[in-house]
């Protein structure tokens, strides 16, 4: 995932910082861009990634399968 915009919040007035990361965090969660950073912290192998993805797809295909019987 490339993030070609900053994420960014603006700090209100009177608004503790503590809260402020605390939006700042939900926002990047919200983006994905925390799932990303998990993604990338160690390289992963080409058959891994497929292997990863066929097992999502597969559990989301039992799902949609469970919810719509």
Do not use: C
Not at 10 to 38: Q, S, T
Not at 45 to 56: G, Y
Request: hydrophobic fraction near 30%; charge should be positive; avoid cysteine.
């Amino acid at each position: 995932m490339n993030v070609s915009e900053t994420v960014e919040i603006k700090l209100r007035k009177g608004e503790p910082v503590e809260r402020a990361l605390r939006r700042l965090r939900e926002k990047l969660k919200m983006e994905g861009v925390l799932d990303e950073m998990k993604k990338q912290r160690f390289f992963e192998k080409p058959s891994d990634k497929r292997r990863r993805r066929r097992a999502r797809a597969a559990y989301n295909t039992k799902r949609q399968q469970r919810l719509s019987a």
